[in-house]
Nanobody, 120 residues
């Protein structure tokens, strides 16, 4: 059974930091590109950051470049998102995603999300 479980969300003041974790099981974590997405109320889900293999160059959404860092530990089957200099615009539910293609088949797994609220 595939599981992606996010944790680390919460309430933080503007300018603060949080570290999100996504613990995974049930699939070969090391073979999947991994991403963080977020969805704010009334907005579409957007890509925050993507990482393929350790040591590869991650990709970031324009709004988080220079503030967020995605990383992964293939030995622990865990994905991370370090978020610094948070602003109220970062308030959203953050989701962990594992997705890959094998031919025409897409394997696409999501976590349940963790709420991040940035407010004074």
């Amino acid at each position: 059974q595939v599981q992606l479980v996010e944790s680390g969300g919460g309430l933080v003041q503007p300018g603060g930091s949080l570290r999100l974790l996504c613990a995974t099981s049930g699939f070969t974590f090391s073979r999947y590109p991994m991403s963080w997405y977020r969805q704010a109320p009334g907005k579409e889900r957007e890509l925050v950051a993507l990482i393929t293999n350790p040591g590869s160059t991650p990709k970031y959404g324009d709004s988080v470049k220079g503030r967020f860092t995605i990383s992964r530990d293939n030995d622990k089957n865990t994905l991370y998102l370090q978020m610094n200099s948070l602003t109220p615009e970062d308030t959203a539910v953050y989701y962990c995603n594992a997705r890959k293609w094998r031919g025409i088949e897409m394997y696409d797994y999501w976590g349940q999300g963790t709420q991040v609220t940035v407010s004074s």
